[in-house]
């Protein structure tokens, strides 16, 4: 079986989405929340498709060991609670006492940089794999270090459609490799699937006590950023701003009291509860951020800054035999949210 942590976050709801997509594979399948977020509508739309859907404490081993029953690999997503790092090292601790065999970390690009708190969070569980598996032999792991993700720009795209401009606390010559989310969820399959469509009872050696970074197939900056979005759009007066990080924060807590956009969020969520589309999930906002969601984005972008942009890495393409969706696929395939009011 395999069991996967924060289905009531945006990573656990992509990655559980594409992977149930196999009707085969369901059944198989557990999924952890939060006890508060149990009924969200995308959980009972995956408890309604045969998926078990448990609610938990994090921080109750008694609901963390009865998760791990017949538990044979576990995808573990660092959540957005203000216990994350200690939560994540629960899961993993009762997991290596619970028979699990391997364990893949979702990371982040800069992980290890102990100036940015944020992003440090994804190192401390990291070091913790680590230092842990030199103790006990028994539990494999993988790390995954994700680039900043394509569909985190749905949070922008209200303010492209209302003021044509796009606002970063970047640079605009300051390159990143945006990664987009089908394409973290392929890796994960190719790691959890079989090819006979069952799921593996353990990681790959060639896998295990390995870091990848997943990376975009191209570097961009803010000036090509606003050229992919007028190509797509056929708008051409779009504008790339840097600001400040209080403005983007201003910005991005704002969208809490913002009308338009949670008409967006409601109509999503009304429409995931029914959702069978294959990739539906990567053309949905779904969660608004919270103020360590928004603290850790601002962590990556003054991270990107002072390393001089991130680089690309063919991580991605070695291990699905894919090449990554570029950012104007986003851009053509999500046209109508960033083509401004005019």
């Not at 401390?124 to 030199?134: A, F």
């Amino acid at each position: 079986m395999l069991l996967i942590t924060c289905a009531d976050d945006y990573l656990g709801y992509c990655i559980t989405s594409h992977l149930s997509q196999s009707a085969a594979l369901r059944p198989d399948m557990r999924v952890l929340c939060q006890e508060t977020n149990a009924s969200l509508p995308w959980l009972r739309n995956f408890a309604k498709r045969g998926i078990d859907v448990l609610s938990v404490n994090y921080e109750h081993p008694n609901d963390l060991s009865n998760a791990m029953r017949n538990v044979d690999q576990v995808i573990l997503i660092m959540s957005n609670h203000p216990n994350r790092v200690e939560h994540s090292r629960h899961v993993y601790n009762v997991a290596s006492k619970s028979g699990v065999k391997s364990i893949i970390f979702l990371s982040h690009q800069g992980a290890q940089s102990e100036q940015h708190s944020a992003l440090y969070d994804y190192g401390l569980v990291e070091n913790h794999l680590v230092s842990m598996q030199q103790q006990q032999q028994d539990m494999s792991w993988v790390i995954l270090r994700l680039e900043f993700i394509q569909q985190y720009f749905h949070l922008w795209s209200h303010q492209v459609e209302v003021t044509g401009n796009m606002t970063l606390p970047l640079n605009s010559d300051t390159e990143l490799c945006p990664i987009d989310i089908t394409d973290v969820c392929a890796v994960i399959s190719a790691f959890v699937v079989q090819q006979d469509g069952t799921f593996t009872a353990c990681l790959n050696e060639y896998h295990a006590g390995q870091v990848y970074t997943l990376t975009g197939p191209e570097a961009v900056n803010g000036k090509s950023l606003v050229s992919m979005m007028s190509d797509a759009t056929t708008y051409k007066l779009h504008r790339y701003l840097m600001v400040r990080p209080m403005d983007t924060v201003y910005y991005l807590t704002d969208l809490r009291r913002n009308i338009w956009f949670d008409e967006r969020l409601k109509k999503e969520r009304s429409a995931v509860y029914m959702d069978q589309e294959e990739f539906g999930y990567r053309t949905k906002a779904l969660c608004l951020p919270n103020d360590i969601q928004i603290q850790t984005f601002l962590d990556y972008f003054d991270w990107t800054n002072k390393t001089l942009g991130s680089v690309q890495v063919d991580h991605v393409e070695v291990i699905t035999k894919e090449k990554p969706r570029a950012l104007q696929a986003y851009f053509c395939e999500n046209s109508i949210s960033f083509k401004p009011r005019v």
